[in-house]
């Protein structure tokens, strides 16, 4: 939601309107007066009029910032709170005027916020705050924006995380159960081609009883963050290790998924094979 000029709640608008539009049609461009009939009318709600009367201030100085940031407030206003590509092509306007106007760098992070930049959000606020009062009553309520989109971050952060990227099921030839040390490793990896090297890969013990669901994820990948939306096909390798190698020693025991496309659906790996040389 757009935010309205700070002082507008002491400013009294029936009490001076017809005195301002008196003057005004002495003095029809004088900016006071126009920042003033917008004032009143955002006051008022009518901001169909606050926009109209915005608009004129800024003819008469177009390169006023306070004036620009005035009618991208009152026509974000008039468009339900919406700080659109209109609004912010203004706000930019104010900002290249004067970098440290506080309310056009506020309404500009709101704007990047509703587009979910959240990021650039923060950014504008930041430098907003540092130049607005301490204890002043928009510096209050920009902490807040900037303490509610850090956590909105976070959060999104935590599920990006979180989310699955292959599901792996991990089964085993009764016959190579019995070829199981009790301090083996097992590594599960997601690869792309044969040659290259893994994009995900998850160490674990290994487990008393298969099968055994194997999720990658970023957040418990050992390799980090890849790009899977770059990555047409992949495949799975699920290998028990003696040594605890993630490299293929003679007498570990193996097995490969099928080629597919990254995707949640649950994969299937049969662990059916020794290897008789190291890799």
């Known amino acids: 939601q757009s935010l309205k000029a700070k002082d507008q709640n002491q400013f009294n608008s029936g009490k001076h309107a017809e005195q301002i539009e008196q003057v005004l049609k002495q003095d029809p461009d004088n900016p006071k007066l126009l920042e003033q009939m917008t004032k009143?009318?955002?006051?008022?709600?009518?901001?169909?009029?606050?926009?109209?009367?915005?608009n004129k201030r800024v003819e008469s100085n177009p390169e006023n910032s306070n004036a620009l940031t005035q009618l991208a407030d009152a026509l974000a206003m008039l468009k339900k709170g919406n700080i659109d590509a209109e609004v912010m092509q203004i706000l930019d306007k104010a900002i290249s005027l004067d970098s440290r106007n506080p309310v056009a760098l506020t309404l500009s992070g709101?704007?990047?916020?509703?587009k979910g930049e959240t990021a650039s959000a923060i950014s504008?606020?930041?430098?907003?705050v540092t130049n607005l009062p301490v204890n002043s009553e928009l510096s209050a309520r920009v902490n807040e924006l900037i303490q509610d989109a850090q956590k909105q971050l976070t959060s999104n952060q935590k599920n990006t995380d979180n989310e699955v990227i292959a599901r792996i099921n991990v089964k085993i030839d009764p016959q190579l159960i019995r070829k199981i040390e009790s301090n083996s490793t097992m590594f599960v990896f997601l690869k792309s081609t044969e040659k290259a090297p893994p994009l995900y890969a998850i160490k674990t013990k290994t487990p008393k009883n298969f099968p055994v669901l194997i999720e990658f994820?970023?957040?418990?990948?050992?390799l980090g963050n890849t790009n899977m939306q770059k990555i047409d096909l992949v495949y799975a390798v699920a290998r028990i290790s003696k040594t605890g190698s993630p490299i293929g020693r003679t007498g570990d025991i193996e097995g490969k998924s099928e080629i597919f496309k990254p995707t949640s659906d649950t994969k299937i790996i049969t662990i059916n094979r020794v290897l008789d040389n190291d890799r």
């Open 124 to 128: 504008q606020w930041n430098v907003a």
């Open 110 to 114: 709101i704007g990047h916020q509703q």
């Open 40 to 54: 009143v009318y955002m006051a008022r709600g009518d901001y169909e009029k606050a926009v109209e009367f915005a």
């Open 217 to 222: 994820t970023k957040e418990n990948s050992m």
